[in-house]
Structures are given as C-alpha cells and as structure tokens.
C-alpha cells in the first residue's frame, strides 16, 4: 500500500515541517487537569488548529502524563459520501509533516479476522478526509514509537457495539492500545443551514446547550445513546466515530468520562452568525 500523504496541510494545520511543530507545541502547552484513573480512549476535534487545536491538544496531553500508547485507533467522522462500512486504511505509512507513522498492520489483519463483514479495508475511504489527518501530527511529536490504526466510521446504530467487539478482539494483546474519536459538534448557523433559536446571542446560547447535551452523555459512558442523540439534534458530526471509541473504552473496563474542554469558532475567532462546537474528553477507569 503507498503511503498516505497529507491532503490538509498547509490548510487545517502547516504542511513546513519546523512551523508544525512549534504549532503543535503551542497546542500542547495547555493547562489540563490532572487524570486519575486509566485513559483508555478519548474525543477530540478536528478543525483547523487555529480554532480547536489547543481543545485537541489537551488529549494528547493528558495522555502523556500516563504509560505512552504503543497504537492509536483513530476512529474518524466522514465527511464525504460513499463510506457506508467501517473502513480500515489496513497497511502502510501515513505522512505527515512531522515525519510518518506506520499502520499498526498486525492490529488490521486481526480485526478484519475477527471482525469479518463488519470492518472492510477500504484505504479510499480514507482519501481525502482530515478527520484523522490533522491528529497525526500530535501523535508522531509526543509518542513517536506510536503505530496507529486509522478506520473511518459511519454513524450507524451499532458503533458503539463494533468498539466493544474491538476491544475484546485485542483484549489478548499486550500492547497499550487507545481509541481516539475525532467529532466536531454542533454545526450552528446560516452557513450550515441550521439556525433553531435564531442567530446571534440567543443562537449561541442554544448551541452551547445542545453541545453540553451531547457531553453530558459522554461524561456518564451512554455509548449507545451517542448515535441517535446527535441523529436528533444535530450535534456530532462524527457521531459513530464517538460511540465506537467509547465502547472500545468501556470494553476496557472504562466507567467515567471526563471533558477536559468546551470551546467553540465564536469563543476562539467569531466569524458572523455561524459557529461550530469543539469538546475534548477523556474515557477512564477509575
């Protein structure tokens, strides 16, 4: 398989190898509080990093005050049609700035043994998405040694079944593994077609609520209710991706969730009326 090369650089994030890693710095030095209990999986956004990548940051640097992840499992929101499995980018390397990141192969071939007909290698699927590229490199500058394992995941009824499945399919390996979910929340404004409480403040002030309805399912591991929550009220976009993640989380014996973060493109840079939600969290046990 060719490696995967970056399709947002120099957009989402910078594609210059020394401009990236001072950014991904900057993002990482933030303040997040102190993790007591097991990270098994996490939420993060996955705008441009000039709006959400300090929120993103705060994953990954929870992360690092615990054993370092031997593989990521990133599971990523879909953003163009045609993705109607889960969908593994199974073999090879992706790029990115920072330097590659080998797919965790041996990871791949078990879960489409153990999980025939319910995961596909379809590395097209995986094409033109930024929902997991603009992560990587968080992962290549502070756990090098990381594989990752990138599967793109629709948002059907079951995800939350599938991330359990995946976690007792490699419950017998003995490598750290961590689920992250990349997930964007509410979409709020003209732009986005999407204005229930009008625009300006009061719009605002609904979208924030109806992320924080989102979260608070996050915060209490409601992994089965991820999917239909956001179906009803528009406030995921990568809601499979979540409800999987969880899953794998709760399959590990995870219990709590903790949101390190809530932000959103008005809080960060106001662009007119429109606005989009960014949370980070963190998936424990206790």
Known sequence: MPARYPAVAGMFYPEGENACREKV????DVEVEAVEGTI????VPHAGWDFSGPTAGRVFAALNTQDPPEAFIFFGAIHRG?????????????RTPLGTLPVDEELAELLLDELAGDVVNRPQAHAYEHSIEVQLPFVKYRFPEAKILPLAMPPVSQAHDLGREIAKATEGIERRIVAIASSDLTHYGPRYGFTPAGTGASGLDWMRENDRRLLQLVEEMRASEIVGEAQAHHNACGAGAIAAAMGYALGRGADKGIVLHYTSSHDVMPMGQDAVGYGAAVFITR
């Open 82 to 94: 045609g993705v109607g499995a889960p969908s593994l980018y199974g073999s090879g390397e992706w």
């Open 40 to 43: 098994w999986g996490g939420m």
């Open 25 to 28: 710095r900057a993002c990482l």
